[in-house]
T-cell receptor, first 111, second 112 residues
Framework: SQQGEEDPQALSIQEGENATMNCSYKTSINNLQWYRQNSGRGLVHLIL?????REKHSGRLRVTLDTSKKSSSLLITASRAADTASYFC???????????FGKGTRLSVIA | NAGVTQTPKFQVLKTGQSMTLQCAQDMNHNSMYWYRQDPGMGLRLIYY???????DKGEVPNGYNVSRLNKREFSLRLESAAPSQTSVYFCASGQGITGELFFGEGSRLTVL
């Protein structure tokens, strides 16, 4: 069953605005990852944050992790039409089992 | 550098037919995975191979078999396809079991 649950399921914003997606999970993790999937394509890894990290940046992406609340957020700043995609969180669990993916957030950036 | 290559990209089967999805990676990764993606369900793990010579069931293994042919190749076989197996199948590979994954472009399977 899914470990991570993204919120919202769908998000529509104007180009230039910031987009925030959230992920909640249930069990202890050793890392949390975010992936992007363009329509009809495979998933692409965006960023990994370890359980002992609280925030990480990569270009226009900012990821936070709150292990006490078992939640993470992905912020995309100054969104572009090319950011239109589905975004998935995936948790790497402490028991050395494979990543478990959430159901994703579908982001639409309108030019 | 091709990364993860899946074949075929599209396939239509009749109920009861069999087929094998092929996956190969050229990144010397230890772990390989097969996921299925259905609308509203996210990605669900079918089988994985943590290293050459080992395979393990994931969340939804029923109706599937896998073979880790060598370090590069991991195939998924449907012995008797059912309409419920209509889905998009993704192969992925990674160095460690909880590390970054690299995905193929997907294989779109329709079972009539």
């Amino acid at each position: 069953s899914q470990q991570g649950e993204e919120d919202p399921q769908a998000l529509s914003i104007q180009e230039g605005e910031n987009a925030t997606m959230n992920c909640s999970y249930k069990t202890s993790i050793n890392n949390l990852q975010w992936y992007r999937q363009n329509s009809g394509r495979g998933l692409v890894h965006l960023i990994l944050i370890r359980s002992n990290e609280r925030e990480k940046h990569s270009g226009r992406l900012r990821v936070t992790l709150d292990t006490s609340k078992k939640s993470s957020s992905l912020l995309i700043t100054a969104s572009r039409a090319a950011d239109t995609a589905s975004y998935f969180c995936a948790t790497g669990n402490s028991g050395n089992t494979p990543l478990v993916f959430g159901k994703g957030t579908r982001l639409s950036v309108i030019a | 550098n091709a990364g993860v290559t899946q074949t075929p990209k599209f396939q239509v089967l009749k109920t009861g037919q069999s087929m094998t999805l092929q996956c190969a990676q050229d990144m010397n990764h230890n772990s390989m995975y097969w996921y299925r993606q259905d609308p509203g369900m996210g990605l669900r793990l079918i089988y994985y191979s943590a290293s050459e010579g080992t395979t393990d069931k994931g969340e939804v293994p029923n109706g599937y078999n896998v073979s880790r042919l060598n370090k590069r190749e991991f195939s998924l076989r449907l012995e008797s396809a059912a309409p419920s197996q209509t889905s998009v199948y993704f192969c992925a590979s990674g160095q460690g079991i909880t590390g970054e994954l690299f995905f193929g472009e997907g294989s779109r399977l329709t079972v009539l």
